[in-house]
């Protein structure tokens, strides 16, 4: 009898220690996403009462069913817009875009609404990790903050020595070889 309520005791903490592990730590390996199929859905996210933004720092996983032993079928980068179908059940919120899968609601925070930047001055961050944005046209200047890749830009200005001054979402100035043209 003592040895089975031992092992109950490690069951529990294994499992917890592996829900910790899978859900909340994380993600390692990150999948590229196809920018012109979500670009639109990310729009449209934005326009509704179903727009949620992953708040996870390094990305969030989706999982095939709703709970964490399901498969992960892919991963959604930090401060990534998201279509939810519903509020879900047991912390799980099952989503439609960009992918179609379910997350773990803890995750999630309002969405950003931001209008969007006139075409003449838009630009997409190309940059796999993301660009620092520098409070001076340098490396050596103090970082401001980063912007994850697809996302838009608003530049003030062609900007000179490869360094473009941007003002939404953060003011300062990043490396124009980064950027590319919004589609």
């Known amino acids: 009898m003592q040895q089975q309520k031992m092992w109950q005791k490690y069951t529990t903490l294994t499992s917890s220690i592996f829900l910790t592990a899978t859900v909340l730590v994380a993600p390692a390996i990150a999948s590229e996403p196809n920018q012109t199929q979500n670009q639109d859905e990310d729009l449209l996210a934005q326009a509704s009462e179903t727009c949620r933004q992953v708040i996870a720092r390094n990305g969030l996983y989706v999982r095939r069913q709703p709970t964490v032993n399901s498969e992960a079928i892919g991963i959604i980068d930090s401060a990534r817009n998201v279509t ?25 925070g309002s969405c950003e609404v931001a ?4 075409d003449t001055n838009c630009r997409r961050v190309a940059a796999t990790t993301g660009i620092n944005v520098h409070q001076a046209p340098s490396t050596d200047g103090e970082s401001v903050g980063v912007v994850a890749n697809g996302r838009r830009v608003t530049i003030e200005g062609l900007g000179t020595d490869g360094w473009v001054p941007i003002t939404v979402p953060l003011r300062g100035y990043v490396q124009s070889e980064n950027l590319a043209y919004c589609r």
């Not at 939810?84 to 999630?108: C, D, K, R, S």
């Not at 209008?115 to 006139?118: A, D, L, S």
């Open 84 to 108: 939810i179908q519903n509020l879900g059940e047991n912390g799980w919120v099952p989503i439609a875009a960009p992918l179609q899968g379910y997350v773990y609601g803890g995750f999630l």
């Open 115 to 118: 209008t969007p930047p006139p």
